[in-house]
């Protein structure tokens, strides 16, 4: 893929550098990016992610889809107010064709609470709070908005209950817990979508029908 490794290194590799995702997990966003890119059927298209934290992921989605040439919107949700953060890095991309939109709200909130133009939704990233409760949640709002074609990630879906352990119990609503990703996307993905299986911790599935 020469033109995906052109952009990863041409972008310095943004999130990869701080350490939220690894390299292998960059490669496959890029790819999943570049495949619903393709959609030429909507001319505008709607990205989400779910947990915007520093907006470094959110940063590379732009730069890549501004490169690609893509028509878009990303909406990047946090229930944190990151308002500060995100102008320091928006103020210098380019939104000529991505425009991106930092808005404090929950993932579930966002899916039920903003009007999307009807069959614009391409690509849900999900990676706000990993309890298995909250991914759920996450899952049910979101899985009817994605179009046929359109791509479900997760991160941090982890694949054996050891690599779980091996990160430990998280501070989750007040209460320690084990990250239930992989338990929340096994069990409630719903079946028209296709398991395409994890690069490491990146989870990816495709809209069928
Ligand atoms: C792992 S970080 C996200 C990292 C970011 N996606 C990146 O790659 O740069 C998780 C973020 O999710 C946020 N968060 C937690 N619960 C959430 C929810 N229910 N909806 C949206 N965001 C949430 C946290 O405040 C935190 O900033």
Same mark, same amino acid.
């Given at each position: =893929?020469?033109?995906?490794?052109?952009?990863?290194?041409?972008?310095?590799?943004?999130?990869?550098? @701080?350490?939220? =995702?690894?390299?292998?997990?960059?490669?496959?966003?890029?790819?999943?990016?570049? !495949?619903?890119?393709?959609? !030429?059927?909507?001319?505008?298209?709607? $990205?989400?992610?779910?947990?915007?934290?520093?907006?470094?992921?959110? @940063? +590379?989605?732009? %730069?890549?889809?501004?490169?690609?040439? /893509?028509?878009?919107?990303?909406?990047?949700?946090?229930?944190?107010?990151?308002?500060?953060?995100?102008?320091?890095?928006?103020?210098?991309?380019?939104?000529?064709? /991505?425009?991106?939109?930092?808005?404090? =709200?929950?993932?579930? !909130?966002? *899916?039920?609470?903003?009007?999307?133009?009807? %069959?614009?939704?391409?690509?849900?990233?999900?990676?706000?709070?990993? /309890?298995?409760?909250?991914?759920?949640?996450? &899952?049910?709002?979101?899985?009817?908005?994605?179009?046929?074609?359109?791509?479900?990630?997760?991160?941090?879906? *982890? %694949?054996?209950?050891?690599? &779980?352990? *091996?990160? +430990?119990?998280?501070?989750?609503?007040?209460?320690?817990?084990?990250?239930?990703?992989?338990? *929340?996307?096994?069990? /409630?993905?719903?079946?028209?979508?296709?398991?395409?299986?994890?690069?490491?911790?990146? $989870?990816?599935?495709?809209?069928?029908?």
């Amino acid at each position: =893929m020469p033109k995906l490794r052109k952009v990863f290194y041409k972008s310095r590799g943004w999130n990869v550098s @701080r350490g939220i =995702m690894r390299k292998t997990e960059t490669v496959r966003l890029l790819e999943v990016l570049e !495949d619903v890119a393709r959609l !030429d059927h909507i001319e505008n298209k709607t $990205f989400i992610e779910i947990g915007t934290a520093r907006g470094e992921t959110a @940063r +590379g989605i732009v %730069e890549f889809l501004t490169n690609l040439k /893509c028509r878009s919107r990303l909406y990047s949700f946090d229930i944190v107010d990151r308002t500060r953060l995100w102008q320091r890095y928006f103020g210098k991309t380019s939104t000529r064709y /991505c425009e991106a939109r930092h808005v404090v =709200m929950s993932g579930v !909130d966002g *899916a039920s609470r903003i009007a999307y133009p009807p %069959e614009s939704v391409v690509f849900v990233l999900v990676d706000g709070c990993h /309890c298995r409760e909250c991914v759920a949640a996450d &899952i049910e709002a979101w899985a009817p908005l994605i179009v046929p074609g359109g791509f479900f990630l997760f991160h941090d879906y *982890a %694949e054996s209950e050891k690599e &779980i352990a *091996a990160v +430990g119990p998280q501070p989750y609503h007040g209460e320690d817990r084990f990250c239930g990703v992989k338990e *929340a996307v096994d069990e /409630c993905l719903p079946e028209n979508f296709e398991r395409l299986g994890r690069r490491f911790s990146l $989870f990816t599935a495709k809209r069928k029908t």
